[in-house]
């Protein structure tokens, strides 16, 4: 009897811990946008544009994936909206960078940082 009641113990310790790791996996990319976001403030500052726009390219990758999740997520359509939206100023300010106008890529930076904000305050968790 013991044996009938270990095995849906394991398979529900083993599904929660599968939720486990899938929110930690969020977690990690979402902390690896941040710091790579805080990298791209540096390097536009610094008006380097190969590292800028390795960084764009990083973001965008990731936002990819964010916006997958939510538009998958089906609760959350606002949220698969803002990634959308942050991956079409990254595309700006890439194309700003391409024309060497760092100051305009700044300012649309502003905008990218804003709308992360915006999802992180519905979102992000504590």
């Not at 936002?63 to 700006?92: C, F, M, N, P, T």
């Not at 100051?103 to 968790?125: G, I, L, P």
């Amino acid at each position: 009897m013991k044996k009938i009641f270990a095995i849906p113990g394991l398979a529900a310790l083993g599904w929660l811990s599968l939720g486990w790791a899938a929110s930690e996996f969020d977690m990690d990319l979402m902390q690896t946008v941040e710091d790579t976001a805080k990298d791209l403030v540096s390097n536009l500052s610094l008006a380097d544009g190969p590292a800028a726009k390795a960084n764009i390219a990083d973001l965008d990758a990731m936002l990819a994936q964010v916006e997958d999740h939510y538009a998958q997520k089906g609760d959350a359509a606002d949220a698969a909206a803002i990634a959308h939206d942050g991956r079409s100023l990254l595309g700006d300010i890439g194309r700003f960078v391409e024309a060497g106008d760092f100051d305009a890529a700044n300012a649309k930076n502003s905008e990218f940082s804003k709308t992360c904000k915006s999802c992180h305050k519905v979102y992000k968790k504590s």
